[in-house]
């Protein structure tokens, strides 16, 4: 996932997926978190749901901020970040731990 276009003022943020995703998860399962509040604004989905743009409804602001992915998010095949698909479940290797929400951070200049 990459992280674009991050800049002051009512720049989107873009999220490049790299492959496609649900589209009725996309626009529900991401969430930009500033100082432990939800930010508000729209998010659109294009690139045949392979990325996502967030508009907040006000200006950004200096700082930090974490972009919450909800762990139901999943791709057309059915991977999410807790469940994939492509993991040998005779490698002995444990599963991932389980979580509800993966968390990634990015910081406004």
Known sequence: MNLLGQSIAFDTLDIDLKSPHDY?????????VDDN??????????????M???LPYRL???????????????DLAGNNLNRPFDKD???????NVFRE???KGFDIP
């Open 60 to 74: 950004w602001r200096e700082g930090s901020y974490q972009l919450q992915i909800e762990t139901r998010l999943e």
């Open 52 to 54: 996502v743009h967030f």
């Open 89 to 95: 479940l005779k490698s002995g290797e444990k599963p």
């Open 24 to 32: 009725n998860l996309l626009t529900s399962a991401l969430h930009i």
């Open 101 to 103: 929400i993966f968390e």
């Open 37 to 50: 509040e939800t930010v508000l604004g729209k998010w659109s989905v294009d690139k045949e749901e392979r």
